[in-house]
């Protein structure tokens, strides 16, 4: 599974035609093959800043989207920004569940009581 992270940093005046552009790419992005998430939002603190999240199933996948048309709409907001774009891509080997989340708390919950046994005992 791959990841890539972009930031976009837009000129204050530009914001809604950026916010236009990235709503633009969701649902066809989303409808490529590997696609298994594209997702834009806009950072609460700066509303001038924006992320775009993919997640792809494989390499070739993204290779493949990187070629399209609608990654250069994306690259082509370049003019809109106040600096480039940074991207970074992650490729995960692992990925866990809910079920680790749950372990986790119940072996703190665990670890609480044996200490309150102890106090107590």
Not at 59 to 65: A, F, I, M, T
Not at 75 to 80: C, D
Request: hydrophobic share 35%.
């Amino acid at each position: 599974m791959i990841f890539i992270r972009t930031i976009l940093k837009v000129h204050p005046e530009k914001q809604l035609e950026l916010r236009q552009t990235l709503l633009s790419l969701i649902k066809p992005v989303r409808k490529e093959p590997g696609c298994k998430s594209y997702c834009a939002f806009f950072d609460i603190n700066d509303k001038n800043q924006f992320t775009v999240f993919e997640e792809w199933e494989t390499q070739k996948d993204l290779e493949c989207h990187i070629q399209t048309d609608l990654f250069g709409v994306l690259l082509g907001t370049k003019a809109l920004l106040c600096e480039p774009p940074q991207s970074q891509i992650h490729t995960v080997s692992q990925t866990q569940g809910m079920e680790t989340i749950h372990a986790l708390r119940q072996k703190k919950a665990l670890m609480i009581q044996g200490s309150l046994t102890m106090i107590g005992g």
